[in-house]
C-alpha cells in the first residue's frame, strides 16, 4: 500500500487549499482514511477521516465545519477541502488508512500506512 499526500502551500488566513491523497494497493473491503497534521514540537494530531465504503466522515472540533473530507473511489483519492484556514492549521499534513476500521479512528498508532506529508502555511 503506497499513500501519496499533495496539494499543501502557502496561503493567506481566510484562504482554502485543497489536499489529495492518491492511495494505491488498497483492497481491503473495508478501510478508513484519516487525515493528520503536526505542527513542530507539538504531537500529531488528528484532522478528519472518512470510512470505506460508507463514507461516513467524522472530524475534530478544531476543524469541523470548515475542513470537508470526500472521495472518489474510481481515483482512489481522498480530499481533504480546507476553507477558512487559521495560522493555527499551519503543519504538515499527513493522510493515513487503517486497515478493516468500520469507523474512524482519531488515534495514529491505529493506522497501518501513512503517506509521506504535505507542507500547509497559513500566513496572519
Known amino acids: 500500500v503506497q499513500l501519496q499526500a499533495s496539494g499543501g502551500g502557502l496561503v493567506q488566513a481566510g484562504g482554502s487549499l485543497r489536499l489529495s491523497c492518491a492511495a494505491s494497493?488498497?483492497?481491503?473491503?473495508?478501510?478508513?482514511m484519516g487525515w493528520f497534521r503536526q505542527a513542530p514540537g507539538k504531537e500529531r494530531e488528528f484532522v478528519g477521516g472518512i470510512t470505506w465504503p460508507s463514507g461516513i466522515t467524522y472530524y475534530s472540533d478544531s476543524v469541523k465545519g470548515r475542513f470537508a473530507i470526500s472521495s472518489d473511489n474510481a481515483k482512489n483519492t481522498v480530499y481533504l477541502q480546507m476553507n477558512s484556514l487559521k495560522p493555527e492549521d499551519t503543519a504538515v499534513y499527513y493522510c493515513?488508512?487503517?486497515?478493516?476500521?468500520?469507523?474512524?479512528?482519531?488515534?495514529?498508532?491505529?493506522?497501518?500506512?501513512w503517506g509521506q506529508g504535505t507542507q500547509v502555511t497559513v500566513s496572519s
Open positions: 494497493g488498497l483492497t481491503f473491503s473495508s478501510y478508513s
Open positions: 493515513a488508512a487503517r486497515v478493516g476500521g468500520v469507523v474512524v479512528s482519531t488515534t495514529p498508532r491505529d493506522y497501518h500506512y
